[in-house]
């Protein structure tokens, strides 16, 4: 009985964060206010669009490849920590 028990709770912790995900990713989000993983990567996606401009000066590049490493960055923190969310949840 232990069995199914455990994976019922697993399936509802799961299905709570996939619902809290999905709320946050609708405002852009993360609950401490930061903003979402889905979020940081559209950003990302519309700054490498803007980098594959040929005509885009030296200074404008510099500046956004910076913010692309900044961003980049965020969202692979938030991806580790959404990683150590789901770990923790399992161990449970």
Not at 21 to 26: G, N, P
Not at 35 to 47: Q, Y
Not at 62 to 73: C, G, L, P
């Amino acid at each position: 009985m232990g069995i199914p028990v455990t994976r019922c709770r697993l399936a509802t912790e799961l299905t709570h964060l996939a619902w809290q995900r999905r709320r946050l990713y609708v405002v852009g989000m993360d609950a401490q206010g930061h903003e979402s993983f889905e979020a940081c990567l559209v950003r990302l996606k519309n700054l490498a669009a803007k980098l594959d401009n040929p005509d885009l000066p030296l200074e404008t590049f510099a500046a956004k490849y910076e913010q692309a490493q900044t961003i980049s960055k965020n969202c692979r923190a938030e991806l580790d920590r959404l990683k150590q969310l789901m770990a923790a949840s399992l161990n449970h």
